[in-house]
């Protein structure tokens, strides 16, 4: 599955969780709903519907029909694997378009700022909107988040919530389309994190973390063969797992001699074992060192072993 399909994935599953903890409010619940309909490319008294590859999306648009107007829209599935839901009774668009506050008579329908009524709402309607609209690249390959949307004023619309948010979007038109994007990596981060997938975003912070350091040794060291490599290779191997230590249980939980080398370590993704042991406030030799971060990477795995544990129950 590609980066996008698993962003979706989280997204879905935060919204799922939150609402069914109480943790959303109905407000907010809304939000998400109009989101999801409002930015797909069929979404009037004439026409209304979604195609999705993701199956979880196509659940949740079904969900909401189905709560709206107490029937299931049609849904089918295409050669291609896609899922493609349609809203078939024009009674039932117009109950929908009802539900947002539209007649089913615009012209040029903008956005209805009145269904965002909390704080919280514009998060919950830039994470509907890209359920519906949206992709972001592989941060191995790039730092790129858009959003493609049919007409200039949803797309003017949308960009104002965003910027509201203290947000950066760029525009572009693209073969007839609207699209809003982001292309920094720390704007894709925020934005991830806004709309709940906070998973997504450590990834995508680990990722560059990796691109960031592996350049940086690489211009000061000029690493050109296989040893040098998987040296960096074991220092980001390391400098992840004392993060995960760092998230889960506070490096707090090491012991202290484990504790001051994680810390060295992580200010210092360049050093190698000789110059860590000889920084450390009692020097030790080189397979000392080793032998402390060997230490560090399996109280790293005892850790992830117990989380899976965790959710498996």
Do not use: W
């Not at 910027?163 to 934005?191: C, N, T, W």
């Amino acid at each position: 599955m590609s980066f996008s399909h698993d962003v979706k994935s989280e997204l879905i599953a935060f919204s799922e969780a939150a609402r069914a903890s109480g943790n959303l409010p109905l407000c907010c619940r809304q939000a998400e709903t109009y989101a999801l309909f409002l930015f797909c490319r069929s979404f009037g008294a004439s026409e209304m519907g979604i195609r999705t590859e993701h199956e979880g999306i196509a659940d949740a648009y079904v969900a909401a029909v189905k709560e709206m107007t107490g029937h299931r829209p049609k849904t089918e599935r295409t050669a291609g694997g896609k899922y493609r839901i349609t809203v078939e009774d024009p009674v039932d668009r117009q109950a929908i378009l009802s539900e947002f506050g539209y007649s089913g008579n615009e012209v040029n329908r903008r956005q209805n700022t009145g269904l965002l009524q909390c704080e919280n709402c514009p998060a919950a309607l830039f994470r509907g909107a890209f359920l519906t609209a949206g992709t972001v690249t592989d941060p191995e390959k790039d730092y790129h988040m858009e959003f493609v949307l049919s007409t200039k004023n949803l797309c003017s619309d949308l960009m104002a919530q965003m910027e509201q948010a203290g947000l950066s979007p760029k525009y572009v038109m693209r073969g007839g389309a609207h699209v809003i994007y982001f292309k920094d990596s720390e704007s894709v981060e925020d934005l991830l994190t806004l709309m709940g997938a906070t998973e997504s975003t450590l990834e995508l912070m680990g990722t560059k973390m990796y691109k960031d350091m592996r350049n940086r040794v690489n211009r000061r060291m000029n690493f050109e063969n296989a040893n040098s490599t998987r040296t960096f290779d074991a220092a980001y191997r390391q400098i992840e797992a004392i993060r995960y230590i760092d998230r889960k249980r506070g490096l707090e939980s090491l012991p202290p001699e484990l504790r001051e080398l994680a810390k060295l370590r992580l200010e210092n993704a360049d050093y190698s074992l000789k110059e860590l042991g000889e920084n450390l406030s009692e020097p030790i030799s080189r397979s000392g060192v080793n032998h402390r971060l060997q230490k560090i990477l399996e109280y790293a795995d005892d850790l992830r072993s117990v989380e899976k544990l965790k959710k498996r129950s």
